[in-house]
């Protein structure tokens, strides 16, 4: 999860290739760092396009249409997530601008955004194992 540029790192980690696994003796190497799933708030435009969108994870993306920084850049990484068939969901606030807050503006769905993230999680299966059985619209990949 990454806010502003927080949200260009989530992207140029979800996004783009793994980095080749270490030759250091360390059992953790196995491990792999990707993610199962990005969100992505406000996200500035570095990191994009994305290099490796094909094998990016589930993501919700959320921005103010009125972000002079962010909200065609985040337009334009959803629409990269859509046509690679990647498991994505956008939220644009109209009236909203850059860093919007929960306690600097009266608009009920920016105030509530936090809640459209929960029934993403949900409906992708991230919240526990009744949500996991039903994990998902068909025909994108997960």
Same mark, same amino acid.
């Given at each position: 999860?990454?806010?502003?540029?927080?949200?260009?790192? $989530?992207? @140029?980690?979800? %996004?783009?290739?793994?980095?080749?696994?270490?030759?250091?003796?360390?059992?953790?190497? %196995? $491990?792999?760092?990707?993610p199962? &799933?990005?969100?992505?708030? &406000?996200?500035?435009?570095?990191?994009?396009?994305?290099?490796?969108?094909?094998?990016?994870?589930p993501?919700?993306? $959320?921005a #103010?249409?009125? %972000?002079?920084?962010?909200?065609?850049?985040?337009?334009a990484l959803?629409?990269?997530l859509?046509?690679?068939?990647i498991?994505?969901?956008?939220? @644009?606030?109209?009236?909203?601008?850059?860093? &919007?807050?929960?306690?600097?503006?009266?608009?009920f769905?920016?105030?509530?955004?936090?809640?459209?993230?929960?029934?993403? @999680?949900?409906?992708?299966?991230? @919240? %526990?194992e009744r949500?996991?059985?039903?994990? #998902?619209?068909? #025909?994108?990949?997960?």
């Open positions: 999860m990454g806010f502003s540029a927080g949200g260009e790192l $989530v992207t @140029m980690v979800a %996004d783009d290739p793994e980095p080749a696994a270490s030759r250091a003796a360390d059992p953790q190497r %196995d $491990v792999s760092a990707w199962d &799933f990005q969100v992505l708030v &406000f996200p500035g435009p570095g990191g994009q396009p994305a290099t490796a969108i094909n094998d990016a994870p993501a919700f993306l $959320v #103010g249409s009125l %972000d002079p920084c962010c909200a065609a850049p985040t337009v959803y629409e990269q859509r046509k690679a068939g498991a994505a969901e956008l939220h @644009m606030y109209a009236g909203a601008a850059h860093a &919007f807050n929960l306690d600097e503006t009266e608009l769905g920016v105030l509530h955004w936090p809640d459209r993230l929960a029934d993403w @999680m949900a409906d992708s299966g991230l @919240m %526990d949500s996991r059985r039903s994990a #998902g619209p068909a #025909g994108e990949k997960r």
